[in-house]
């Protein structure tokens, strides 16, 4: 095992056996367990656990996907600089917590403690984390295959270098990491609510439509 190696194994290592230690690590995720997501779909108390039912699910289904383990532990590290109260709807509201929560995540992969990431690693974590409601949005404005392919194309024109060497594979990680985010509000039936069914069908449209503009089949 090399020193990379090493360094990721650590890291994955704290990250299933000692997460609190993540909070004392990095400052910035230890602010999310004091931001209350009342009045959220999520059945969780706060923005912590919520990204612990992500994380989880990660290591459960995608054991080997370091880039999809990392942006679902730092997906929401925004939502404690932009929580607001909503009086009217008697909820928090997390208004550009994605923004927020990639520009943070950039400055974090910087750390030594993530030198064992390539560059392309660290820039698709940080597109994850920047679009990881994308799909959320689709889904509550009633997503058409005509908005899915305007999001593929603008990123497969503009922002092909966080895509990686593998962009179809960028687009599936976005489907997973929205579905998992999604279980939280579903505890005991993830697989079986029509969210999940939703945002595994759009899943599926974005890594086609993803890898037709690849190979020049795009109607």
């Known amino acids: 095992m090399n020193n990379k190696e090493e360094l990721k194994a650590n890291f994955v290592s ?3 056996n000692d997460p609190i230690f993540l909070g004392l690590l990095f ?9 209350s997501q009342k009045g959220t779909n999520h059945k969780t108390k706060n923005t912590w656990e919520h990204s612990q039912v992500l994380v989880r699910w990660v290591l459960k289904e995608e054991p080997n996907d370091i880039v ?6 730092f997906h929401d590290v925004g939502k404690p ?9 008697k909820k928090y ?3 550009k917590h994605d923004a927020v929560g990639a520009d943070i995540v950039q ?22 984390v920047r679009n990881h409601m994308v799909p959320h949005n689709f889904s509550n404005q009633g997503w058409t295959s005509k908005s ?10 503009n922002n092909r270098e966080a895509l990686g060497s593998d962009p179809v594979k960028r687009f599936d990680q976005l489907g997973i990491l929205s579905t998992y985010d999604t279980f939280d509000c579903h505890p005991g039936e993830e697989r079986q609510s029509e969210t999940y069914f939703a945002h595994n069908k759009l899943r599926k ?15």
């Open 14 to 16: 704290i990250i299933k």
């Open 93 to 95: 509201r997390f208004f």
């Open 148 to 157: 899915t392919k305007k999001f593929i194309r603008k990123h497969m024109m």
């Open 205 to 219: 449209e974005m890594t086609t439509l993803a890898y037709n503009y690849l190979n020049g089949v795009w109607k």
């Open 27 to 35: 400052p910035e995720l230890g602010k999310e367990m004091v931001t």
């Open 68 to 73: 999809l383990l990392i942006a679902a532990l």
């Open 81 to 89: 600089l932009v929580q607001t109260w909503d009086d009217e709807k």
């Open 107 to 128: 400055r974090l992969l910087e750390n030594d403690t993530f030198s064992f990431l390539s560059e392309e690693d660290k820039k698709g974590i940080v597109w994850l």
